[in-house]
């Protein structure tokens, strides 16, 4: 069986982390996401991945006006959230769903298109510091990873299924990781004397296989690369973009955060393609296409969180912020 084969609902970050971390959560680059999506009274915006909250809260308090619709895949995070703040309804409006899906839930509500759109691509809290649901390896859980409980196969069910050629290629392409292919044959060997179903049990393995050398867990690329697979993270944020711009309206802003480089670049290549005002091959000598920008680059360069935000929210290391505005 195929990765391909193997989907279930999207994902985020599937490092370590403790309990005291998820109690203190705090919402990543908030006042940056703030100013780039620039909220105006009586606009919708969307928060494509609800979960703890934090920027939602945040957009509708700018305005008494504002309306926020939060998507969530995970129903568990969802009602908690949408618990939490209930007393922002009936401007809060929530939708299980992946970001993707975006189109039913705005077609529902009637509100296509739409002022603007967040994406915080990194897991919540409340998921990465529940050892039961599998994402960290610092504690003992099972093997799961999926963003939505009970929806699809499992990261236990590709480690024991997957053979050692598919194992060592997820490994490399999600993960970035050198020794894929020591990995993966560890992997298999070990599977082969009994089932590998436990994190702390597969993190073990991997440190086995390649020691640590720096601060990073040797895990953590492995474990990246088996929650992408599980979740279908990066197929799911190919298609938002096929449609990201249809679902925004004339000056409306899309802010999208992304946590690592397989990620950033979809939405990098992306933003660049729709800013450009000219497809014409390099070698003719003047422009013929008669195409123009669709959007405008709010900043260049990517946004990336200050040194006092990192020292004071460590989940917010490895945040990459894009964002822009689509042209009248």
Request: net charge neutral; with cysteine.
């Amino acid at each position: 069986m195929s990765v391909y084969q193997l989907r279930a609902a999207p994902g985020g970050w599937g490092g370590g982390g403790g309990a005291e971390e998820g109690r203190r959560h705090t919402p990543v680059m908030l006042e940056e996401v703030i100013t780039y999506l620039d909220p105006r009274p009586g606009e919708h915006y969307i928060d494509g991945t609800l979960g703890n909250g934090g920027h939602a809260t945040r957009l509708l308090e700018t305005d008494s006006t504002i309306e926020v619709l939060g998507l969530d895949r995970d129903p568990l995070t969802l009602a908690d959230t949408a618990a939490r703040m209930a007393a922002y309804r009936p401007r809060l409006h929530t939708h299980r769903g992946t970001f993707d899906e975006l189109g039913v839930a705005l077609a529902t509500l009637g509100w296509q298109p739409v002022a603007g759109i967040l994406l915080d691509l990194g897991v919540s809290s409340m998921q990465l510091d529940q050892p039961a649901r599998g994402f960290a390896f610092r504690t003992s859980g099972p093997l799961d990873m999926r963003m939505s409980a009970g929806d699809g196969p499992t990261a236990a069910d590709l480690v024991a299924t997957l053979d050692e050629q598919a194992l060592a290629e997820i490994i490399w392409r999600y993960g970035e990781e050198p020794a894929a292919r020591k990995i993966a044959a560890a992997i298999v060997e070990a599977r082969a004397r009994e089932p590998l179903t436990d994190t702390m049990a597969l993190a073990e393995l991997i440190e086995g296989v390649r020691p640590r050398r720096s601060g990073v867990h040797p895990a953590t690329r492995t474990f990246q690369a088996l929650r992408i697979a599980v979740n279908d993270e990066l197929a799911q944020i190919d298609r938002f973009l096929e449609h990201a711009l249809e679902w925004l309206a004339p000056g409306g802003r899309l802010v999208i955060i992304a946590y690592h480089s397989l990620e950033d670049r979809r939405i990098k290549r992306a933003f660049r393609n729709w800013a450009r005002s000219c497809v014409c091959p390099p070698r003719l000598p003047q422009c013929v296409c008669d195409a123009r920008a669709q959007v405008r680059l709010l900043r260049r360069r990517v946004v990336t969180p200050s040194e006092q935000e990192i020292a004071s929210n460590r989940r917010a290391r490895s945040a990459r912020l894009r964002a822009l505005e689509v042209l009248q």
